[in-house]
C-alpha cells in the first residue's frame, strides 16, 4: 500500500498542476484570444479596404489589364467575354448594344464569332464606333468587312446593323448616324451601350479620335465628322468621349510589340495627359485591356 508521503507528493503534485492550469487559464488564454481576435479585427479590416479600394477603383473607370500569350489567346478570350456581356445584357433589358471597330479586332470577332452556337442573334443590336466614309464594298469600309465575314454567316437582324449612309456628305452622315443611335436610345440623354469594343494603333489613336486631333474635346456631340484624318482616308465618323465613358462595358484589344509604346503612355502616362485611348475612362462601367505579351512588355 501506498505511503503516507507518496499520497502526500500525489496531492501535492495535484495541487500544483491545478494551480498552473489555473494560471495559464486565468492569463495566458485570455491574452491568446486577445492576440488571435486583434489579428481577425484586422483582417476584417483589412479586406473592406481593400473592397472599397477595388470599387473606388471600378467606379473611376480604372482598367482590369489582361494579359495573354498571343493573339490567338485573346480571340478566344474577348470572344467569351463579348458572349458573356451579350447574355447578361439580354437576360437585364431584352437586347445587347454592342459598338464594333475595325482593324485587327475586326478579325478576331469575325473569326471568334462566326460558328459559336447559342448566340441569341436577333437580339444584338450592332454599331461602329468609328467608320470610314467609303462605299461598303470598298476595303477600307469596317462594314463591308463584317457583312463579308460575319453578318452573312449568322442570324443577326439586317435592321439591327446600324451601318454609316456613305452616300452623303461625312457631316450629314454623322447626324445620321445619331439618330440611328437615338432608335435604340430615345431621347436628348447620352445613350450606355451595354459593350464598346475598340482597338488602338501604334499612336495610341482609338475610334478616329488621334493624337492633338480637335475631336478629342468635343464634350456635347455624340457623333463627329473627321475630314483631315491622319490615316487615311481622311474622312470618317467616330463615336465621342462622352459616349465611350458612359458605356457599361469597354474593352480595348491590342496586339504586336509595335504597340508598346502607346500601350505604355495610355496606362502609365510619365508626363502630362494619355494618348486617346488612355483617355477611356468609363464613369459607370467596366474598361478591359486585353493585350500579348509583346504589347505589355513596358508596363511591368
Known sequence: TPSKETSDSKQLGEWR??????????????????????????DYFSRIQIHAKSRNNKMAGAPEIVVLPSDVEIKERICEAVITIAEKSIKDHGFFSVGFSGGSLAKFLAQGLKDRAGIDWPNWHIFFCDERHVPFDSEDSTYGYFKTNLFSHVNV??????????????????????????????????????????????????????????????????????TDSPKPPPCRITMTYPVLNNAANVMVVTAGGSKAEAVKKCLKPENGEPLPAGRVKPSKGKLTWYLDEAAAKLIG
Open 17 to 42: 498542476m491545478n494551480k498552473c492550469l489555473h494560471f495559464i487559464g486565468c492569463y495566458f488564454l485570455p491574452i491568446g484570444l486577445t492576440i488571435l481576435l486583434a489579428f481577425l479585427l484586422q
Open 157 to 226: 437582324k439586317e435592321e439591327n446593323i446600324y451601318a454609316i449612309n456613305f452616300q452623303v456628305s461625312v457631316d450629314a452622315a454623322a447626324e445620321d448616324y445619331v439618330s440611328k443611335i437615338r432608335k435604340l436610345y430615345p431621347g436628348d440623354g447620352v445613350p450606355q451601350f451595354d459593350l464598346l469594343l475598340l482597338g488602338m494603333g501604334p499612336d495610341g489613336h482609338t475610334c478616329s479620335l488621334f493624337p492633338g486631333h480637335p475631336g478629342l474635346e468635343e464634350n456635347s456631340k455624340l457623333i463627329i465628322s473627321i
